[in-house]
């Protein structure tokens, strides 16, 4: 039996664990970010009664920071308080001509300029299963315990970046990146999961395309 | 014959236990910390009167399958609602009776009806809750104005190992700051009061 299972785990550790990604870009204006400028990051949800993914958005705000020290990331939980009652889920704009309402409040502009925002960064999208084969199970006796069986899924993690650009009013760029990957859990007495890091690979993707478009020449 | 019994002891003692931890026995105050909200204050004198099934409201809940609730959130609701009224009107007060008074508007907010449901029950993976109020207006004279109704919405994560508690009041916690920002953005919108505010000068 170990004969069939060494090579499987073999073949699953050289071939599995894999993801592949895809970026869609889309600039609509050059950039314009100046010394003191910050961007805020937020989640959104884009299925009825789901919030945000804001896992990633934290995510792909301190990968961002990682990948340039001197950009100013404004956290999501300080900018929605600072910013009460006016993006909650239920009361934020969903389109930037929205803010033209928004910004006719004199508090509100104030605060935006107190933080600096030069961008708003909305993400959508969700990481999830797929699909699923196989399956493990697990017993114990009084001669000790252990699990057989492998199990392998397929994760999807999609996600969109649309950024505003505030003092223009208007859609500055937008950034798409899906990342799929197989993740496998071969267990011969003690599972092994040899996971596939979709979400972590997503964000690492996003980060980086929208520290490349901030980055860029005016 | 010793051995026997202190396994019987100890196989009693684990089923009282699986039994207790089976029984949801819920019982919890919530807490919530609305933010200062950046809001334009209306030209109104307002009185709030906060009768005493909101200020003391306290959802309960016996069934089979859920267990036994008692969820008290009435000083949170007070703390909400005077927090946002207060930045919301020129000047705000706290009223010992819904009568008639010496403000232009009274404000006396009800909980029509408070909802939860629960990871298991809907498949998704956080708690969800929905407080339903009905703000019933009148104007300083005693003349009833259309009431205002509203649901706060919110919604908490599963969180590992976090208690079955914890899901719950976060999400009432999300709510009621969910609460306050449709109060913050609405009532100004809400007509009977717009129009008293327009006819003010503001």
């Known amino acids: ?218 | 014959m010793m051995k026997a019994r202190l396994a019987a002891f100890f196989l009693a003692a684990v089923f009282a236990m699986v039994l207790t931890g089976c029984q949801k026995n819920v019982s919890f105050k919530v807490q919530t910390e609305i933010p200062e909200p950046l809001v334009t204050k209306l030209a109104l004198s307002v009185g709030v009167y906060y009768p005493d099934a909101f200020r003391r409201y306290e959802y309960t809940e016996t069934t089979e399958e859920r267990g036994t609730w008692r969820i008290e959130s009435g000083d949170s609701q007070v703390r909400a609602f005077n927090r946002i009224l207060n930045d919301l009107f020129s000047e705000f007060r706290e009223l010992n009776s819904p009568q008639a008074g010496a403000v232009e508007l009274i404000v006396v907010p009800e909980i029509a009806s408070m909802q939860f449901s629960m990871p298991k029950e809907t498949g998704f993976d956080y708690f969800e809750a929905w407080v339903e109020y009905i703000v019933k207006l009148q104007t300083g004279d005693g003349e009833e104005l259309p009431a205002w109704r509203f649901t706060g919405y919110g919604q908490a994560r599963t969180e590992r190992f976090a208690g079955f508690e914890t899901g719950l009041a976060d999400s009432l916690s999300d709510a009621l700051r969910n609460a306050g920002a449709q109060l913050a953005t609405g009532l100004p919108a809400h007509p009977p009061v717009r129009q008293r505010a327009q006819r003010t000068g503001l």
Request: proline share 4%.
């Open chain 1, 1 to 218: 039996m170990l004969r069939l299972v060494y090579p499987v785990l073999v073949c699953a550790l050289l071939y599995g664990c894999k993801s592949h990604t895809v970026i869609d870009r889309h600039q609509e204006i050059p950039v314009a970010m100046e010394s003191g400028d910050s961007i805020v990051l937020l989640g959104r949800s884009t299925r009825l009664a789901e919030s945000g993914d804001h896992d990633f958005v934290d995510c792909v705000g301190n990968a961002l920071e990682t990948r340039n020290a001197n950009l100013d990331v404004v956290k999501e939980n300080e900018f929605v308080d600072a910013m009460y009652p006016w993006f909650e889920s239920t009361t934020a704009p969903t389109e930037v001509s929205m803010l033209e309402h928004l910004f006719n409040n004199d508090a509100i502009t104030e605060r935006f300029e107190e933080l600096a925002i030069k961008y708003l960064i909305w993400i959508e999208g969700r990481t999830e299963t797929l699909e699923s084969i196989g399956g493990i199970t697990c017993s114990i006796g009084p001669g000790g315990g252990g699990c057989f069986g492998y199990k392998s899924w397929d994760d999807e993690a999609d996600y969109v970046a649309a950024i505003w650009d505030i003092d223009q009013q208007a859609d500055a760029a937008r950034i798409g990146t899906r990342t799929n990957g197989t993740s496998y859990m071969p267990a011969v007495i003690i599972p092994i999961p040899l996971l596939a890091r979709v979400k972590h690979t997503a964000c690492d993707a996003m980060a980086g395309q929208i520290a490349d478009y901030l980055s860029m020449p005016k």
